[in-house]
């Protein structure tokens, strides 16, 4: 079953899912691939890890939360898994390109197939897919928007939980 909320963000309302044991979305409203509320989805928006979740998300745009301590259970192949897994231990403040990250993950020759897995990551900010750029330091697409990649990667070089 899944339990669902919406947030309010500084950079616009997010949609929060959970099983109930683990987060398994965090879109934002005109994220490209935020999926549709379903007719068997239960609004709860004080459930211990929807609540706890959306703290951590409150903190991280306030500047005061650079890792999320959060179980997740995000749905995807073998392969988007081992990205979304690579992608949590870009450091917060930090950048890498789609190359770097398919090195390090040994697929040196898969750097488009990290770019797929990276735009249809459904857990945004706490799977920090918007850390990942360009081979030339460009920034490149983002589900969410690009004015948003912007400013999430401006919050974290600044760390003040100022977005501009």
């Given at each position: 079953?899944?339990?669902?909320?919406?947030?309010?963000?500084?950079?616009?309302p997010m949609?929060?899912?959970?099983?109930?044991?683990?987060?398994?979305?965090?879109?934002?409203?005109?994220?490209?691939?935020?999926?549709?509320?379903?007719?068997?989805w239960i609004?709860?928006?004080?459930?211990?890890?929807?609540?706890?979740?959306?703290?951590?998300?409150?903190?991280?745009?306030?500047?005061?939360?650079?890792?999320?301590?959060?179980?997740?259970?995000?749905?995807?192949?073998?392969?988007?898994?081992?990205?979304?897994?690579?992608?949590?231990?870009?450091?917060?403040?930090?950048?890498?390109?789609?190359?770097?990250?398919?090195r390090r993950?040994?697929?040196?020759?898969?750097?488009?197939?990290?770019?797929?897995?990276?735009?249809?990551?459904?857990?945004?900010?706490?799977?920090?897919?918007?850390?990942?750029?360009?081979?030339?330091?460009?920034?490149?697409?983002?589900?969410?928007?690009?004015?948003?990649?912007?400013?999430?990667?401006?919050?974290?070089?600044?760390?003040?939980?100022?977005?501009?």
């Amino acid at each position: 079953m899944t339990r669902y909320t919406y947030i309010d963000s500084p950079l616009g309302p997010m949609l929060l899912m959970s099983d109930g044991s683990h987060v398994t979305g965090l879109h934002f409203q005109s994220d490209r691939y935020m999926p549709s509320v379903g007719t068997d989805w239960i609004r709860d928006d004080r459930h211990a890890l929807v609540t706890e979740a959306a703290t951590q998300i409150a903190r991280y745009f306030a500047g005061e939360l650079t890792r999320f301590d959060l179980p997740i259970a995000p749905s995807g192949t073998a392969f988007q898994q081992l990205v979304w897994t690579a992608l949590r231990d870009i450091p917060h403040g930090t950048t890498e390109s789609y190359g770097q990250l398919a090195r390090r993950i040994g697929q040196p020759t898969a750097s488009r197939a990290v770019g797929a897995a990276n735009s249809r990551n459904p857990i945004s900010i706490i799977v920090p897919c918007h850390r990942v750029i360009g081979a030339d330091g460009s920034l490149t697409g983002y589900a969410g928007g690009m004015h948003r990649k912007q400013a999430l990667l401006a919050l974290e070089r600044c760390g003040t939980g100022q977005l501009f």
